[in-house]
């Protein structure tokens, strides 16, 4: 295991940052990839609309489980937040707002 001879403190922390970046995280990727996808893909708006909704619930499941398989909670939950910056972007730049 990742954590083996790190202190309690570390584990907890290390524990901590990958629930987030499971839980509200992986939950806000697939929120936003479903925008995206949304947003830019070619085609009626119901059928888009669908194929987002449809892609976000594979998503969610995938980062789950990406969260707990890297060696660094740390560096999980930052790949989570940077790639929800990019998301986040992308829906803006194609009009969408909060």
Do not use: H, N, Q
Request: proline share 6%; aromatic share 10%; charged share 15%.
């Amino acid at each position: 295991m990742a954590t083996v001879g790190k202190s309690p403190s570390l584990k907890r922390w290390d524990l901590a940052c990958r629930i987030l970046a499971a839980l509200p995280g992986g939950y806000a990727l697939s929120a936003f990839v479903g925008i995206c996808l949304a947003l830019w893909l070619p085609g009626l708006r119901i059928e888009r609309a669908m194929t987002g909704m449809l892609t976000g619930l594979l998503i969610w499941p995938v980062a789950f489980m990406a969260s707990f398989a890297f060696p660094d909670g740390r560096k999980v939950l930052g790949g989570t937040v940077i790639t929800l910056l990019a998301l986040m972007g992308l829906a803006a730049l194609r009009g969408w707002r909060p």
